[in-house]
């Protein structure tokens, strides 16, 4: 049987996850959309979505021209 081919939204609950266990930190700068597809075997356009869920859920901020990056947390 093949490997389950991971979501969007799986991609993105993963990568959450390693936000709040520290392992990227607020201002920190994220790999590119093609970085993390490269990391999770996905397509560019599922990388780039799992992306936009982070930035909907306010635990990233984009840069024009400079990239993604953690978001400061707030009320901390």
Not at 4 to 19: F, N, P, V
Not at 45 to 71: D, I, P, Y
């Amino acid at each position: 049987m093949p490997p389950k081919r991971q979501s969007y939204r799986d991609i993105a609950d993963d990568i959450e996850a390693r936000i709040h266990r520290g392992e990227y930190q607020p201002g920190q700068e994220l790999p590119s959309a093609a970085g993390w597809a490269e990391i999770y075997s996905v397509s560019k356009s599922t990388a780039e979505r799992a992306l936009m869920v982070l930035r909907e859920r306010g635990l990233t901020e984009g840069v024009q021209g400079l990239g993604t990056f953690v978001a400061e947390r707030r009320g901390k």
